[in-house]
């Protein structure tokens, strides 16, 4: 993956999250306040705005300036998350201008941990790191037994969509959605849903070419 | 004076407990951060950084927070603006910002007044 493709990646995430801003509010009126996908919305358009400005800039300083972007606009509990997880991401790509596999699994691997960090969470609260958690592991085994990346991407792709099912089925002990307890039971995470479709849309990308 | 910075998802919410912390403390430094820019619910780095900014002297600033983003925004400001006496305080906002607003305009340094707002987590109202 050069930079190019890079930006290409983030265009779409981009265009993703605006077309799907309606559904993950509608997720969150359900579980919390109403505003994932307006809030995400808003983050990825000022993203996009600036990705004709980092065409030279290599592939660290772009993620960075994902993070930066997203923290001063999106508003919510998303904002502090993915912007620290784009940012930790970008740290480990600092002066990159290609990333291979296992960089971009480093990169994952830090944006998984900076989420964990920020939110104080783990594993099974009901929150983006149910689909996230085991898109890492798996894209980390599937590289291991010999796939290629966009193979492996695939099924690390279903792995988050499993996560985000089975956020239905657990009670969230984190964020917002924390103060329904019970009453979180039957509904799919927002956040963990973003995720998937953050995912996703890399996964189209890599497949067109 | 010890500054005081109240973040809030709603405007309305900082401004308010800017306005009550006032009533017994007039001179304090104190500023609000709530909402986004455009006035709506959500917490903003800009505004915080900035509210920072305004109240920040070498006394220090105590940062209260209303609750999940607030707190973690804030982090994200305490990290680039990394000095050690601007803290992030773990109590019930309206009644910490009081607190912190009576003693800093009494002359108690950061640290004296970091010590008293761990009493106000517990204190009951009545
Ligand atoms: N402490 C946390 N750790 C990890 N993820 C969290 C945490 N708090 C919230 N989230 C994620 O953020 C999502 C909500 O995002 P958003 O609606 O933008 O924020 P807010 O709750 O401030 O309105 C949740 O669905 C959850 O996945
Ligand atoms: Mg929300």
């Known amino acids: 993956m050069d930079t190019k493709k890079i930006l290409a990646i983030i265009s779409a995430v981009a265009k993703k999250i605006e077309a799907e801003k309606n559904f993950l509010t509608q997720l969150d009126n359900e579980i919390g306040d109403g505003d994932h996908g307006i809030n995400l919305a808003r983050g990825f358009k000022s993203v996009e705005e600036k990705i004709p400005t980092w065409a030279d800039k290599d592939i660290g300083a772009i993620l960075k300036g994902v993070g930066t972007q997203l923290v001063s606009t999106v508003g919510g509990a998303s904002g502090p998350l993915y912007g620290t997880a784009f940012m930790k991401a970008g740290n480990v790509c600092k002066g990159k201008n290609f990333l291979a596999a296992e960089d971009f699994v480093a990169a994952l691997e830090a944006a998984v941990n900076g989420i964990k960090m920020r939110g104080k969470a783990v594993e099974g609260e009901k929150t983006m790191l149910d689909a996230l958690c085991p898109a890492l592991k798996t894209l980390k085994e599937n590289l291991a037994g010999g796939k290629n990346f966009v193979e492996a991407l695939s099924v690390a792709v279903d792995a988050a969509a499993a996560g985000v099912e089975f956020t239905k089925t657990i009670i969230a002990t984190k964020g917002r959605a924390s103060y329904l307890k019970e009453r979180s039971l039957g509904h799919q995470d927002p956040g963990a849903t973003s995720s998937l479709m953050m995912l996703q849309a890399t996964l189209e990308v890599l497949r067109e070419a | 004076m010890v500054g005081i910075v109240i973040v809030s998802h709603s405007q309305k919410l900082a401004e308010g407990v800017v306005e009550v912390a006032k009533m017994m403390a007039s001179e304090v430094p104190i500023a609000a951060a709530g909402g986004l820019e455009d006035g709506s619910l959500g917490t903003s780095y800009e505004k ?65 007044i970091l010590k008293l707002t761990e009493d106000v987590r517990t204190t009951k109202k009545f």
């Open chain 2, 48 to 112: 915080i950084l900035a509210a920072v900014e305004k109240v920040f002297s070498s006394d220090g600033v105590m940062i209260f927070v209303d609750m999940g983003s607030a707190v973690m925004t804030t982090e994200m400001v305490l990290e680039d603006f990394n000095r050690p006496n601007v803290r992030m305080i773990d109590c019930p906002l309206v009644e910490g910002a009081i607190l912190a607003a009576v003693e800093s305009v009494g002359g108690k340094t950061l640290e004296e």
